[in-house]
């Protein structure tokens, strides 16, 4: 078989030669010692030696060492990556199909669903994986960042995945970054990744887990402390002797949600327990290597010793008082404790029934997951107790779901009544089919995932969503409400006898036998490509080829019309939701008919829809900024704090940007969005003054000056001219460096790189 995606021995021997060179060069610039973040971000750099490394204010370019893409963001990717020409990737690039498979029956149905329903697109992306030399995960495989942490990772890794959740990664040592799809498109054809430099924020743990607490409560309990704009661009380096005592897919699970603080990544430096995750899946040549190369791959010791010196800042975290925590609803950053979930559930207006339990997803479906609540499930099966509530599991992987099954996990979980879903992301992002609740009904649901925006998990803008180890999950499926702690309530028997759930105590944190591992499902890249083509139905209403945006005519923006002032949250999933608009994430035309479709109007607290400048008629946004696109003006959105958090998807930069947006005006952006925006050609600016969102009135048109003199560090003027006939002007500030705004003349970062 074609290894040329692999992450070989000598692919690995070489990353690390290569951050010997380049630190060397760094150290001496530097005379400083370095974190383990630092180590990976600077021996990666395209110029170590002349590089500006200012933390917070300068752009380093790197060479990240490979790319992975799921299913859903792939399309928009490699339609890009077509448009530049090439005949292969610079780096080892796997495609992954795991976003489209809808939860509904079970695995075996719903996988038999999703390839029918999703056949085109999956032929789509097998023949681009064919046609370029990609690696293709095919729908059953597993989720993205599971299969990545398998069979891809290692420590000193630099990874970018068109995947907000890519950072799992950092569980096993890898700097591994979520982005759009232009970024991964730069380095596929062989261009640095430019990043603004981040801030490295030290996590010390202290002490060790024990009793019901999960490394899943280490990070909402941070998640808490630094809310979900606490990470924009900084990157999340965990120490202290609390780290070494974390499993290797216990780092996973922290990591993986530090994309819900908005960070740029987050990391674990190398130790035994990621050999021993190494070895249990078959990679003894990657432990060892990592093992030769451990200077390279943990904080320089002065660093240890003095880490308040050497990070931005200092979070600590004593695991050993650490409770279990759960978020919700609606952000994973609205923290409570199990010990006052009840007080919590009335304040929040949820119903404190639960309607659902879901395990799983790739946040929490490891092995030692999975044997964590198989120890509760003997115990709730021994006294013949029956959850209140479903449970629906999903495994992370092929190899996970294989090996459970082979070591009398997954059984154990079946005989309470777990129904076992697809290996697939599913109702984690919105791929939930529903039929019991109807639609607009309040509930509440529990699991082990990553985000709970409205809509996120079931497309329901009224499910409450909250989050939480999969113990504190599990547990509560057995009360099936929220009015009582299950970890301490007594539980009633059959039989009439009582008992308190007992903590699962130590489990294997690696199968003692080893992950079961198997390449079906997997297409390598193939020898021969010449006689290979990319397949794409020229009238499919799910798949089209991409046409350049039109280039920036060199003038003021003149009379654009305001589409939309958000009010609170304006995530991407509000910007471009997924559920069943994941189905047109190939047809740029087509999705962008969801545009803002949750995002919620200020002047009316209405999702969704606005009222029309030229005709008075409420209209969904989309109509509307079809309209305004027609005048030849195009039209302008405002929003609030932390405006795109959450997902990496690049379609709600690129939906705007084709229906005619030429600025977005925030009091803060995310970073992966701010970046997708510069990415297509969309100005993303910011006021100057916070305040002065307050003074954007309903039907205002707006101009934007100076952007004839647009340089790094300048500023450019508003001018509001409302419906009275007044107007006001205030000011916008950027953070576009040189290239960034080559970007934005040209029309778009491919439209530049196409030019060069």
Known sequence: MNNSVDSTPAFIEAVYQTMERNLEAVRHRLQRPLSYAEKILYGHLADPGGAELSAGRSYIKTKPDRVALQDATAQMAILQFMLADKDEAAVPVTVHCDHLIKAQTGAAPDLTMARNDNREVYDFLTSAAKRYGFGCWLPGAGIIHQVVLERYAFPGLMLLGTDSHTPNAGGLGSFAAGVGGADAVDVMVGMPWEVLHPEIVGVRLTGHLSGWTAPKDIILKLLGLLTCAGGTNRVFEYIGDGADTISCTGKATICNMGAE???????????????????????????????????????????????????????????????????????????????????????????????ATLIGSCTNSSYEDMGRIAAMARQIAARGVKLKTPLLLTP????????????????????????????ACGPCIGQWQRDDIKPGEVNSIMTSYNRNFPKRNDGNAETCCFIGSPETALAYALFGNFDNNPFTTPITAPDGSTFQLADPGPVDKVPAQGLMTSDEGFIAPLDDRSDQSVLVDPDSERLALLAPFEPWDALDFRNLHLLLKATGKCTTDHISPAGPWLRFRGHLDNISNNLFSGAVN??????????????????????????????????????????????????????????????????????????????????????VDKSDYEKIQEGDRIDVKKLVDIAPGSEVTAVLNHRDGTSESLLLKHSLNDEQIAWFKAGSALNHLRAA
């Open 602 to 687: 200020s002047f009316t607290g209405v999702a969704g829809s606005g009222v029309s400048q030229l005709t008075g008629e409420e209209k969904p946004f989309s109509e509307l900024a079809r309209e305004y696109q027609a005048t030849g003006n195009g039209w302008i959105a405002v929003g609030d704090e932390n405006y795109g958090e959450g997902s990496s998807r690049e379609h709600a930069a690129m939906c705007p940007r084709h229906l005619g947006c030429k600025a977005v005006i925030t009091r803060s952006f995310a970073r992966i969005h701010e970046t997708n925006l510069k990415k297509q050609g969309v100005l993303p600016l910011t006021f």
């Open 261 to 355: 603080l908005g960070a740029t990544t987050s990391l674990f430096p190398f130790d035994r327990e990621m050999a021993d995750y190494l070895r249990a899946a078959g990679r003894q040549e990657a432990a060892d290597l990592a093992e030769s190369y451990r200077h390279l791959l943990r904080a320089d010791p002065e660093v240890i010793a003095d880490p308040e010196s050497c990070f931005d800042l200092i979070v600590d975290i004593d695991l050993s008082t650490l409770e279990p925590q759960i978020v919700g609803p609606h952000s994973p950053d609205r923290i409570t404790t199990v010990s006052k979930m009840k007080q919590h559930i009335a304040d929040s207006g949820c119903p404190s029934t639960i309607k």
């Open 396 to 423: 992370g992987s092929d190899q996970v779901k294989a090996t459970i099954d082979r070591d009398g996990l997954l059984a154990d979980l079946e005989a309470i009544g777990a129904t076992l879903l697809a290996n």
